[in-house]
Every structure is written in C-alpha cells, then in structure tokens.
C-alpha cells in the first residue's frame, strides 16, 4: 500500500528533526539576510565547483552553472531520501533546497547594484543573466519573488511532515515491520 512508502516517524527521530529544525531557523534569522554562516559556505562551494562544470559542456551556459551547482546536490539527496521513503531526510534536503533561493535571491537582488563582494572577482551571474533576458530592471522584484517562493518551499516540507506526522498515528501499530 502506498502508506509503506514512507517510513514511520519516530519521536525520538521527530524531536532530532524539531531541534535541527530550531537551530536551522535561528541560525536563518541572526543570519545576514541570503547568507547563513556554514550552510552558505557550502553552498558557494557548490555554486564555484557549478560554473567550470557546466563550461565544460558549453561557454555560454557557464554563466548558469554556479546557481545549478548549488542546487544539484540538495536534489540529488532529496532524491536519495525520496528513494528510501525517508520523510525526515527528504524534508531536510527540501529546506536546504528552498534555503538555497534566498542565497540565490540575495545575489540577484544585487544584479544592478553590484554591491557583494565576488569570489575570484568575475563576472556578477546575474548581471550578465538578466542582460541577457532583458530583465535587468526588474532585478528586485525577481528576488523578492524567489524569496516569497523560498519561504514557501520550507513551509511545505514543514506541513509535510507534519501531515506524514498524523497520517502514521492513523497507521494500525502492527504496520511497523512492514
Ligand atoms: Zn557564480
């Protein structure tokens, strides 16, 4: 039945996520906003190992390769705990996921001003991505919009849990070694 699909959550399990959980959004709210000290890092790993990537394959979608670099391995793991049926590992990918878009709002927020300091100090991504699609002057309200979007991804893997909460307490307990 497709209730198997998804492991049962345990309390034990529930309240490591809950606490992560905590610290994940304090961390997000002391955070300069776009930028969470760790998680950010790593994320502008992803994003600087993306560019060269995907400039293997074609010059001019280097330019993208950062934002797809930075989005890949979240996917991938999600995908990897989608697989195993694990709720609580899929949800966790789905917030670094949807995370990843206020750090990508933060940069194209930024695609007139040019205010944030570059690493290796090349061309701003999304300067150049806007130039492109004609749509540099509206380089705020595409942010804000990712943001909005950001914060409703996290909130939906968040009520997802929270649904696969109580549909396991609508489980018969003899489900459990299925
Ligand atoms: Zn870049």
């Not at 990843?100 to 290796?120: H, K, S, T």
Request: glycine residues 12%.
């Amino acid at each position: 039945m497709a209730e198997e699909r998804w492991e049962k959550i345990t309390g034990w399990k529930l309240t490591g996520f809950g606490l992560g959980l905590a610290a994940f959004l304090g961390l997000l709210l002391a955070s300069e906003p776009g930028f969470v000290f760790g998680l950010d890092h790593a994320n502008l790993l992803f994003h600087e190992a993306g560019h060269p990537i995907v400039g293997l394959f074609n010059n001019r979608l280097e330019t993208y390769g950062g934002t797809l670099g930075q989005l890949t391995f979240p996917v991938l793991l999600a995908i990897s705990f989608w697989r195993q049926g694990r709720v609580l590992g899929l949800a966790a990918a789905g917030i670094w996921f949807f995370e990843n878009w206020l750090n990508i709002a933060r940069y194209m927020a930024d695609a007139r001003a040019l205010e944030l300091p570059l690493v290796g100090g090349g061309d701003h991504d999304w300067n150049t991505i806007f130039t492109r699609w004609h749509v540099l002057s509206y380089d705020t309200d595409i942010a804000g919009t990712l943001r909005c979007l950001a914060w409703a991804g996290m909130a939906t893997m968040v009520g997802w849990v929270g649904w696969r909460c109580w549909r396991d307490r609508q489980r018969p307990d003899n489900t459990e070694s299925f």
